[in-house]
T-cell receptor
Framework: GESVGLHLPTLSVQEGDNSIINCAYSNSASDYFIWYKQESGKGPQFIIDIRSNMDKRQGQRVTVLLNKTVKHLSLQIAATQPGDSAVYFCAERAPAGYSTLTFGKGTMLLVSP | DAGVIQSPRHEVTEMGQEVTLRCKPISGHDYLFWYRQTMMRGLELLIYFNNNVPIDDSGMPEDRFSAKMPNASFSTLKIQPSEPRDSAVYFC??????????FGQGTRLTVV
C-alpha cells in the first residue's frame, strides 16, 4: 500500500478470491492500528483494529496481521465481493499522540464479478 | 444514531470568499476531528478538540483556516479568504475515549 504520487496502488481481484492489502507504517512506537474502508463519495468506515500486543485479529471475513519487526500491517478479505470495492486505509496511533491517527495513502480494491 | 453530520455536502465558491463548513458529532462523543483529503496528500488531520477545547491545531495549514467548537454538538471550520488550493474533501470525525473514530460523509469544497 505505498503511495505512488497521484495514483493510488490498485489491487484487482475476481469475486470470490481472497484479497490481501498491505500497509507499511512509519512509527515503531505506534500501539494501535485501524483499517478503514472508503467507498466513493463517502467517509472512511471502520473495519477492524488491532493493538500492538497482538499479531493477528479476526473479524467477519476480515483478518488483520501485524508484524512489528518490519512495521507492516495487512488486511485479508476472504471471499471478496463486488461490494468490497473501495479504497482501504491503514491508520496508526502513536502513544505520544494518543488521540490522533496518522493515515496511509490508501489502496484501491477493485472486485470484478 | 444518525452518525456524524456534515453540511454542506458540496460547496463551490470563488477565490477570496469565506467558506464555513459545519459538523455535528455523534452525541456523547467527546473528541472531534477535522481532516482534509486530497489525492496528493491523502487524509491529513487539521485540528482536533476534546470536550470542546482545541487540543492540537498543528495541522491547520495557515492563518486563513480557523475552527471552533462552541458546544458539544457543533463545530465549524472556516476558511477566509479561500484559495483554489483549498479545494479538497473535508471530513469531520468524532469518537469517545477508547473507541474508533466515526467519520461524516464529508464536504467537497471547490474554490474557483
Amino acid at each position: 500500500g505505498e503511495s505512488v504520487g497521484l495514483h493510488l496502488p490498485t489491487l484487482s481481484v475476481q469475486e470470490g478470491d481472497n484479497s490481501i492489502i498491505n500497509c507499511a507504517y512509519s512509527n515503531s512506537a505506534s500501539d494501535y492500528f485501524i483499517w478503514y474502508k472508503q467507498e466513493s463519495g463517502k467517509g472512511p468506515q471502520f473495519i477492524i483494529d488491532i493493538r500492538s500486543n497482538m499479531d493477528k485479529r479476526q473479524g467477519q471475513r476480515v483478518t488483520v496481521l501485524l508484524n512489528k519487526t518490519v512495521k507492516h500491517l495487512s488486511l485479508q478479505i476472504a471471499a471478496t465481493q463486488p461490494g468490497d470495492s473501495a479504497v482501504y486505509f491503514c491508520a496508526e496511533r502513536a502513544p505520544a499522540g494518543y488521540s490522533t491517527l496518522t493515515f496511509g495513502k490508501g489502496t484501491m480494491l477493485l472486485v470484478s464479478p | 444514531d444518525a452518525g456524524v453530520i456534515q453540511s454542506p455536502r458540496h460547496e463551490v465558491t470563488e477565490m477570496g470568499q469565506e467558506v464555513t463548513l459545519r459538523c455535528k458529532p455523534i452525541s456523547g462523543h467527546d473528541y472531534l476531528f477535522w481532516y482534509r483529503q486530497t489525492m496528493m496528500r491523502g487524509l491529513e488531520l487539521l485540528i482536533y478538540f476534546n470536550n470542546n477545547v482545541p487540543i492540537d491545531d498543528s495541522g491547520m495549514p495557515e492563518d486563513r483556516f480557523s475552527a471552533k467548537m462552541p458546544n458539544a454538538s457543533f463545530s465549524t471550520l472556516k476558511i477566509q479568504p479561500s484559495e483554489p488550493r483549498d479545494s479538497a474533501v473535508y471530513f469531520c470525525a468524532s469518537r469517545r475515549q477508547g473507541t474508533e473514530a466515526f467519520f461524516g460523509q464529508g464536504t467537497r469544497l471547490t474554490v474557483v
